[in-house]
């Protein structure tokens, strides 16, 4: 049996880091997972000035942009880490927004993917129409942002199973 995927990327897109639905997380709130994303970049290298800038800014190319200015960034940090803090603004988004929330669990049985065809490191490289896109072996890219979606997803359906939800 083949492995079954969603398909995402644009900002239409519910699974989207820069689908504009506001949420917060440990008090702050943010209007979009790329700005929580780009704000805890900015935290974790002690950069508060684009941390405020970041919080301060409502588009999230913008927030992107900030983003790539953090000083005293240290990619084997970022490496590190940067996987937790999408992992935390994803699960506070769908948890939030009962709707994004059925939206995700609508996807259960497949395995979430960011099909960017410029992004390697969060999405897999190549466009959802590439035939290269359904087989996971063809990938160009890591796919983290869908492993940081599959992975709440499975979370919160357990738990939710368990009624603990």
């Known amino acids: 049996m083949s492995e079954k995927f969603t398909f995402f990327w644009r900002s239409n897109s519910p699974f989207s880091q820069w689908y504009m639905q506001s949420f917060s997380l440990d008090g702050i709130t943010f209007n979009c997972a790329e700005q929580a994303m780009m704000y805890g970049k900015a935290v974790l290298f002690h950069d508060r000035e684009i941390a405020e800038k970041v919080l301060k ?9 900030l983003g790539r200015l953090v000083n005293n960034f240290d990619d084997k940090i970022w490496k590190e880490k940067s996987k937790h803090i999408v992992y935390a603004a994803n699960k506070a988004k769908f948890t939030q927004n009962q709707e994004l929330l059925k ?8 395995t979430l993917v960011e099909a960017n065809p410029y992004d390697k490191i969060w999405g897999i490289g190549l466009a ?21 979606l599959t992975e709440p997803r499975e979370e919160l359906m357990s738990k939710q199973d368990n009624g603990t939800t």
Do not use: I, V
């Open 57 to 65: 800014t409502a588009e999230p190319r913008e927030q992107k942009q």
């Open 103 to 110: 939206a995700l669990f609508r996807t259960a049985g497949t």
């Open 128 to 148: 959802e129409e590439d035939s290269r896109a359904r087989d996971r072996k063809q990938w160009m890219g890591s796919n983290l942002l869908g492993e940081s």
